[in-house]
């Protein structure tokens, strides 16, 4: 039996090219929020190493740069919230590819990720020791990065109607 030609054109139902186009441009979103809180998170902890006047800045109140280093040390209250906003985005995004093509990797990355990323942020061995946290965290979010691509590459194959 000869191969089948791949056609990777739009389908002519325009109901599943729009569902496909929406979806693709919810995991675009999702990827870029994912690898900025995957850089977020690999970033601060460096900053707060690696720059000893930004340490220095949390207890001296003269310094230039206390606001900042104030600011960075409260918004580390809020990162359960980002974690949650960008595992539930990585979530929504590939059960819903996942209804369409049925690929199991993407769902299977959003959730580690997104566990990863909550035990970052929540977990006591993670808020203790800055090294857990961070390992948790950046590997948390690229995990997230991959499930959007993953679902993108995976909504692509079922537009052309590629079997898994």
């Given at each position: 039996m000869p191969p089948r030609a791949v056609n990777f054109s739009?389908?002519?139902?325009?109901?599943?090219?729009?569902?496909?186009?929406?979806?693709?441009?919810?995991?675009?979103?999702?990827?870029?929020?994912s690898a900025l809180c995957a850089l977020h998170c690999l970033v601060v902890p460096l900053a707060f190493a690696a720059v000893p006047s930004l340490t220095l800045a949390l207890y001296a109140w003269s310094h230039p740069a206390h606001g900042i280093a104030i600011a960075l040390l409260y918004a580390a209250r809020y990162e359960w919230l980002a974690a949650s906003l960008a595992a539930g985005m990585a979530l929504s995004s590939t059960f819903r590819g996942w209804l369409r093509h049925r690929a199991a990797r993407p769902i299977a990355c959003a959730l580690g990720?997104?566990?990863?990323?909550?035990c970052a942020a929540l977990s006591p061995l993670a808020q203790r020791?800055?090294?857990?946290?961070?390992?948790?965290?950046?590997?948390?979010?690229?995990?997230?990065?991959?499930?959007?691509?993953?679902?993108?590459?995976?909504?692509?194959?079922?537009?052309?109607?590629i079997a898994r």
């Open positions: 739009l389908p002519d139902d325009p109901d599943r090219a729009a569902a496909a186009a929406a979806n693709g441009r919810f995991d675009r979103l999702g990827a870029l929020v990720g997104g566990a990863l990323l909550l020791d800055g090294s857990w946290h961070a390992l948790f965290a950046v590997t948390g979010g690229l995990c997230l990065v991959a499930a959007h691509l993953l679902n993108l590459w995976a909504t692509r194959r079922w537009i052309a109607g």
